[in-house]
């Protein structure tokens, strides 16, 4: 495993998203979280991902056409995702939170989006399914987006969620925080 | 995986002992470790366990001849551990700090040698080898250790080491902390 935030998340992904996995990329980007949950959910899976810039849907139809994979990719807000997906079907939500990483510092989520997204996603997810965070914040973002998705996940109700929330405590840099909340059966 | 600090760290120490490996149990207790470390580093591997209390040094011989297991299990403080490996040898360090899981909740281990013995411990191990901490806190043991523990790993080189803290957000009853210190190559 590499000690990093995506070395993290990806190793959880790994051993959680099975073959016939229902699972959602909230934040497509350059489609790298798309084409992972494609290749682990495989042929009987099924993959939507989101992305409000053209741009990243184009990218992310790109690689999953390189790689010969297929997911829906949908130019919409994360924020809209329940337009798309029936209550209490997903096995795996997904989310990077903050700048994209290797994108333009400039764009990054916010928190009241994504506060509406992150309940989308609890909503969507079967029970013992599972939300997994990279939460990027500081530089050009500032902290605001960080401290309303912790103040957020830190309110959920234990009996029907687990919230994990890791951190790089000795790494200069600002690094990533790896997040996990999972439904409770 | 189970929900919890023990399913974590037990999780983890499933993926990163190999067998072969040299471990250290740095709090016995019941021997529920030091049981594990054995049959994950196999008849190969090497583990030692140390508990300042005679009745956790008898009780985890006991689980480990009832498992038909082998470890050294030596009756002094942890803090000593040096006394008993080579420096850059082990591969895997596992604590529990504060209360002993099951155990008498007025006994419990104290930061000065705790700090003393996760310096020990940092120092016997190999590049790439890791250290397991589960941080108990809160109750008759209140604060204090696990304040000082969070310091001290905040403060490790990051060149060197690397510090993963995770918390249960959400969850009610100051459930334990799973903590992973990785020494870099």
Redesign the interface.
Known sequence: ?Q?NTLG?VHDFLA?CVKPGSFCIDATAGKGRDTALLCRLSGEAGRVLAFDIQQDAVNATNKLLQEQGLCARVILDSHANMEQYAQPETVDCVVFNLGRLPGGDPKIFTQAPSTLTAIDAALRLLKEGGVLAIALYYGGENGYTERDAV?EH??????RR????????????GEPPMPIFV?KEH
Not at 153 to 158: E, Q, V, W, Y
Not at 161 to 172: G, K
């Open positions: 495993m000690l993290v051993r912790l996940l830190k309110a959920l109700d234990d969620y687990t919230v994990l929330l890791c951190d790089w405590a000795n790494r200069r999972w």
